[in-house]
């Protein structure tokens, strides 16, 4: 009898152990930092919840969260997470850290991009000598701040595509692969560019980190419409994110000697 009782008490605590499961929706860019390995391990209760982070666009991050598949949302494009929270999908927004884009192309640099005073003038250089680019075009936020900057110049590039201007709807690490590959220019934040290892000849040839901010936000889920996620666990873990102790951490990371994240 004590034995049964032992063994049902064991199970029990294991079944316990993994009852909540989060979910967190991100951009890519924040995985392939590899920022998550380092940072949740140290969340007080990393070996109570389990935590599943899924990577994918901005734009599909956001669609996840929007159809309950997500606890929280950690994405980098600030007018769709307003709208996301003006639509009522998030109880909470937060800050979470920034880093920069940067232009990044081959060292013999035709387009002389790397003369630019701006990111602007540095995009309308390529467009005038029709410079190989490869753009996501993948509705990550990546590619929303790429097209920012060519609608800021009254530039249509998509009326080149397939040319010159090369849409690879792929993430960040396939698409710097492909520019690599073709010798081409290629708009990408600096952490995805720290980690990638096949440079080649190429380097960052236009950076500028106040004009090229890039910001990560990160959403509370709202429980309320989403009657399939648990509240509190999720409150718990958005919360300790919020935390100085958690931006502590973030600012305290590092690829190859070189920061990769900062708090304002």
């Given at each position: ?16 152990v993994f ?26 209760d ?18 996840n969260?929007?159809?309950?598949d ?14 996301f929270?003006?639509?009522?999908f ?39 000598y029709?410079?190989k ?6 509705s ?14 009254s ?5 080149h ?10 993430g ?6 492909i ?15 720290l ?17 090229l901010?890039?910001s ?6 709202n ?9 509190a666990p ?14 502590s951490?973030?600012k305290?990371?590092k ?10």
């Amino acid at each position: 009898m004590f034995k049964k009782l032992f063994t049902f008490i064991l199970l029990f605590s294991y079944q316990i152990v993994f009852s909540d499961t989060l979910i967190i929706q991100s951009t890519t860019s924040t995985r392939d930092s590899g920022l998550y390995k380092y940072l949740l391990p140290f969340y007080p209760d990393f070996n109570t919840v389990k935590i599943k982070v899924i990577a994918v666009g901005t734009g599909q991050a956001i669609m996840n969260a929007r159809n309950c598949d997500g606890n929280i949302l950690i994405v980098h494009d600030q007018k769709r997470e307003k709208m996301f929270m003006d639509n009522g999908f998030g109880l909470k927004r937060h800050e979470l850290m920034y880093n920069d884009f940067i232009l990044v192309g081959p060292k013999m640099d035709k387009a002389e991009v790397s003369t630019s005073e701006s990111i602007h003038e540095a995009f309308s250089k390529i467009y005038k000598y029709q410079h190989k680019f490869i753009s996501r075009s993948d509705s990550s936020g990546t590619h929303s701040a790429e097209m920012d900057i060519w609608k800021n110049v009254s530039l249509k590039p998509g009326i080149h595509s397939g040319d010159w201007y090369l849409e690879t709807g792929q993430g960040m690490g396939q698409s710097l692969n492909i520019a690599i590959s073709l010798d081409g220019y290629i708009f990408t934040d600096r952490s995805s560019w720290l980690r990638f290892n096949n440079k080649s000849n190429h380097t960052i040839l236009y950076e500028n980190p106040t004009e090229l901010k890039n910001s990560y936000g990160m959403i509370l889920v709202n429980h309320n419409r989403c009657n399939n996620l648990e509240f509190a666990p999720a409150e718990k873990l958005f919360n300790w994110l919020s935390s100085d102790n958690a931006a502590s951490l973030i600012k305290s990371y590092k690829i190859m000697n070189s920061n990769v994240f900062y708090i304002d």
